[in-house]
């Protein structure tokens, strides 16, 4: 059997899903009449304590339907260097929405509210027109650490105070919610606008929400329309959806107690090194340089092992539990990897 810890992308729909996908009232939703889309959308807006919500193919089209429904061309982004916007989704903020990145480094995911102001330059006929400021929780390359509501409020407050919008990239707000016990409305409020995938630890197949308010959904309708991203008859993945915030939220408590546990037994591995305590959500990050393997070497050896991880050159591999990774599968999964570290 295959251990795959790569990503909770893995994970695959729930009986409950496909039966929902298969009575699911359907219309077209490029023209407002997918009922399903509807109730999805509401839903999330309503759970995020927002006016709208609107479903996106993907985080990646969330996140950029978002940024361009702030902006104009050639406005400045400010955002982490280790965010996902600005780290793994191709340039889409530059390339197709014309936007400047201002990158302020965060320390293990927090950014420092100071150097945020910092980086808001004031209007000056050089300088590009600061326009949103970027959040990302949980924090995907610091290991899916939490962001503090009191530091969010604080980042919020800095960018709005200088004119600047908020977006949150709360791919998963969900697990911020769970590991936290904070709703993730609270995040949501003090943001402009909020996405968060169903295909991630929510398990579903497809699909991503963005919520703000009315005018904003629509500009970044129109813009999912512009990019390619209107769907036809997309209740058979809101189906998924509804089935995922009504029923997969509460056990992404499982997921984290299992990464902690895999945090442990990666710890007593040599050349690994792993703090469980940072362990906060799903996602187990290692250092790998005292093994003195490459990045690639590292995530062979787990293969020959029947161990899917992801890697992060040069010296981390990330390791992500989800729904179809249970205890046992943990304690396999520390066996397998000690065997693979172990042989030379
Ligand atoms: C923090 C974060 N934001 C956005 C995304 C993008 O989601 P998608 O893969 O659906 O485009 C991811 C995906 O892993 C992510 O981790």
Redesign the pocket.
């Known amino acids: 059997m295959i251990i795959n810890l790569r990503?909770d992308?893995q994970t695959l729909p729930t009986e409950a899903m496909l039966r929902a996908m298969v009575s699911a009232p359907l219309g077209d939703d490029v023209l407002g009449e997918d009922p399903t889309v509807r109730k999805l959308e509401d839903m999330a807006a309503r759970m995020l304590g927002k006016e709208a919500g609107l479903l996106v193919v993907?985080?990646?089209?969330g996140?950029l339907v978002s940024l361009m429904a702030h902006s104009n061309r050639g406005d400045e982004v400010i955002l982490d260097p280790d965010s996902?916007i600005f780290y793994?989704?191709a340039g889409s903020m530059a390339a197709i929405a014309g936007l400047m990145p201002m990158p302020v480094k965060s320390c293990d995911g927090m950014l420092d509210p100071d150097a945020v102001a910092a980086a808001i330059r004031k209007p000056n006929v050089h300088y590009p027109i600061p326009r949103i400021l970027c959040l990302?929780n949980t924090h995907?390359r610091s290991g899916g650490r939490v962001v503090p509501l009191d530091l969010h409020r604080e980042l919020c407050a800095v960018a709005h105070d200088r004119g600047l919008k908020v977006h949150l990239?709360g791919?998963?707000i969900f697990n911020a919610q769970v590991a936290a016990g904070i709703p993730a409305y609270e995040w949501a409020r003090e943001a402009d606008s909020v996405m968060f995938?169903l295909?991630?630890g929510l398990s579903c197949p497809i699909g991503?929400i963005v919520v703000g308010d009315a005018d904003f959904i629509e500009r970044a309708r129109r813009y999912r329309k512009q990019i390619g991203g209107g769907m036809r008859q997309a209740g058979i993945i809101a189906a998924c959806g509804i089935v995922a915030l009504e029923t997969m939220i509460d056990r992404l408590a499982e997921d984290h107690t299992n990464a902690r546990l895999l945090a442990q037994g990666l710890a007593d591995i040599k050349g690994f090194k792993v703090d469980p305590g940072k362990v906060e959500t799903n996602m187990v990050y290692v250092d790998h340089c005292a093994t003195g393997l490459s990045t690639e070497e590292v995530l062979l050896r787990l293969e020959c092992q029947g161990v899917l991880a992801s890697g992060s050159p040069p010296s981390r591999i990330r390791f992500v539990t989800h729904r179809h990774i249970d205890r046992a599968i943990v304690d396999e999964a520390v066996r397998r990897i000690k065997r693979a570290m172990e042989t030379s």
């Open positions: 990503s992308t993907s985080g990646t089209m996140n996902h793994h989704e990302e995907n990239d791919a998963r995938c295909s991630k991503s």
